[in-house]
């Protein structure tokens, strides 16, 4: 990941993520799966009912192909369809800027450790009221 360093990618995310666990802890959520051509995953988002995107990732091989963008387009017309009118997220360095393009503003920074390790991210947010 180019917008951190090994140790803070270690940090963040030390396993492979367990599909299963995201389906327990669905509680309201909406989840959106792209794949590709032979089915796939090549990335994931989700959307909580209070207007949060908790997820938004794309394989790091899908960077500058539009997958981030659909995913995101697909979260912002279900909130508008759930009749939510704020979206807020805790947006990584790299996930920073699809944000800033959808006309997020930054709230805040937050700075904060993993296992010994600091890293940030940011607070975003945007009406689309």
Do not use: C
């Not at 917008?3 to 995201?22: L, R």
């Not at 995913?71 to 009118?85: C, D, N, Q, R, V």
Request: hydrophobic share 40%.
């Amino acid at each position: 990941m180019r917008n951190y360093s090994p140790e803070q990618v270690a940090a963040w995310s030390p396993s492979k993520p367990d599909p299963e666990k995201y389906l327990r802890q669905a509680d309201g959520r909406i989840f959106f799966v792209t794949v590709d051509s032979d089915g796939q995953p090549i990335g994931y988002g989700d959307l909580e009912a209070d207007g949060h995107i908790d997820h938004l990732y794309r394989r790091p091989d899908m960077i500058g192909t539009g997958v981030g963008s659909a995913l995101y387009a697909a979260i912002e017309a279900a909130a508008k369809s759930a009749g939510m009118t704020i979206l807020f997220v805790e947006a990584s360095e790299g996930a920073r800027r699809l944000f800033e393009r959808r006309g997020f503003s930054i709230d805040a920074r937050n700075d904060f450790t993993i296992n010994g390790v600091a890293i940030h991210n940011y607070r975003r947010s945007k009406l689309i009221a």
